[in-house]
């Protein structure tokens, strides 16, 4: 029998909201100090964020079962929890990274296709003009917002796949 904590809390949105929002607020804090430090290539970067994403859905997902369900979530609720809240996160960093880029740090944005260019030099000296534009177009404001919401909701299903195993918790049965 599910509990009925759910129902009075009105689902799983809001509790996912909260986690989505505190994901989010961490991994712009990351953004910002990214650019303000100038640490646009480094790898760890993007590892931290990844956990940042990793730990907040398994809090987000061990709070919802402990206060809304009782103690009590299956695989595919806790599954759930999980995108929901790493979609929720993507979209709210996709806004402030689209927000960024576009109005506050264009500057930044010139660094990152000069960065592009530069790894592209790298693996292929040769690389023609035509090739070098067509990296430049591809980063945009517009495409990193999508990205993001496309790339985080997807690493945080995989995420999700692996936690819920873990956090499932079966209510016993009554004799």
Do not use: C, H
């Not at 790493?86 to 944005?109: E, H, M």
């Amino acid at each position: 029998m599910e509990n009925t904590n759910q129902a009075k809390s009105g689902g799983m949105f809001g509790p996912a909201l909260n986690y989505g929002i505190l994901i989010s607020v961490v991994l712009i804090l990351i953004s910002l100090v990214v650019y303000m430090a100038n640490l646009f290539e480094e790898n760890w970067v993007s590892l931290f964020g990844y956990a940042v994403l990793l730990a907040g859905i398994i809090a987000g997902t061990i709070k919802y079962r402990n206060d809304y369900l009782g103690g009590f979530i299956s695989y595919g609720k806790a599954l759930s929890f999980g995108v929901l809240t790493a979609f929720l996160a993507s979209v709210i960093t996709g806004v402030f990274t689209y927000v960024f880029y576009q109005f506050i740090a264009p500057d930044a944005l010139e660094r990152l296709k000069e960065i592009a260019e530069m790894n592209i030099l790298e693996v292929d000296p040769n690389a023609s003009d035509q090739q070098l534009d067509l990296a430049r177009r591809f980063i945009n404001p517009i495409l990193m917002l999508m990205t993001s919401i496309l790339s985080y909701t997807f690493i945080g299903f995989i995420f999700s796949l692996v936690a819920a195993a873990f956090l499932k918790k079966k209510e016993p049965m009554e004799l």
